[in-house]
């Protein structure tokens, strides 16, 4: 069994269907009330609490290459937090990941094992592969799944790929009448991809705390790209009522950082978001007062 991580993880979202109210069809097609808008924004009162708490009994498949593919559905797991504030075209948890790797490959001090960090960075959110990306939120009030349920819901599915990964491989027809076994990963990389996602959420390893650091960071990062291509409409969505633009993002990583790395990029990344939501209040300005 994968232990019980000991620390604070981010609340992020296996079935991947919705409902008619706002959902996915059984085949994964969207409810035409729930299309995006002629600037390609999602409605940002289309995902309410149910998309976000899926059923994760579905699981994960035994079969090693239908695990994989139930693994690569996090190349299509839109970041909900992106899409609440109306972002056009948000990124996939896949492509935080690969942010969350990048941080890792350049801003891992020598004194931290950088190999362990990009291999925990890999799996990190893979569970949500199956239980789906969950928002973080500044106000524990709007928070739409509390820390311990989540973390059992991903244990849950991090088991099974780990079983599946290092079950016995399924067979496939050869050119003979015996069949042929399929390829399967090196016995044991399904607990080794268990044990680096437990050590990962048990936070007790630098390694574990500058890669959580560099999780929330890449959600700064990915602020302040989003901010610079005017990604989205300020003041559109009803889910942010308390903060301005994507302040929010920056205002759920800051208390959570822990090593001297991670605050001093925040800092920096910050200043950079700062200024160009300065530069883009200009930009509007401009054009009211044109309009006038």
């Known amino acids: ?52 708490l899926r059923d994760e009994t579905d699981g994960v498949p035994a079969d090693p290459l239908d695990a994989l593919v139930t693994a690569l559905s996090l190349k299509d797991e839109r970041r909900t937090g992106w899409q609440l504030r109306g972002v056009t075209d948000p990124e996939s948890v896949a492509a935080h990941s690969w942010g969350v790797s990048l941080l890792a490959l350049l801003f891992t001090p020598p004194d931290v094992d950088r190999d362990r960090v990009l291999r925990m960075a890999v799996v990190h959110d893979l569970g ?4 789906g990306d969950v928002p973080t939120r500044a106000d524990p009030a709007d928070q739409p799944l509390d820390r311990e349920s989540k973390v059992d819901r991903e244990r849950t599915v991090i088991e099974s790929f780990a079983r599946a990964f290092d079950g016995a491989p399924p067979t496939q027809a050869g050119e003979g009448s015996a069949p042929a076994p399929a390829p399967a990963p090196d016995p044991g990389r399904g607990r080794e991809l268990a044990e680096l996602w437990t050590a990962y959420e048990a936070r007790d390893t630098p390694e574990a705390r500058l890669l959580k650091d560099f999780d929330l960071l ?14 989205y409409e300020p003041g559109a969505s009803d889910a942010f009522e308390e903060y301005e633009a994507l302040d929010e ?9 822990s090593t001297p790395v991670g605050r001093s990029l925040f800092e920096t990344v910050r200043s950079a978001y700062e200024r160009a939501k300065r530069e883009r209040r200009g930009e509007h300005d401009e054009g009211g007062t044109e309009d006038v």
Request: proline share 5%; glycine share 2%; hydrophobic share 30%.
């Open 1 to 52: 069994m994968v232990p019980d991580p000991a620390d604070e993880s981010d609340p992020d979202d296996a079935d991947g269907h919705e409902d008619a109210d706002c959902h996915e069809d059984a085949d994964c097609h969207e409810d035409a009330d729930c299309h995006e808008d002629a600037d390609g924004h999602e409605n940002a009162d289309c995902r309410d609490e149910a998309d976000w």
């Open 128 to 131: 949500e592969a199956v239980v």
């Open 218 to 231: 890449d959600t700064c990062v990915q602020a302040l790209a989003y901010e610079r291509a005017s990604r």
């Open 249 to 257: 993002f920056f205002a759920t990583a800051e208390p959570r950082l």
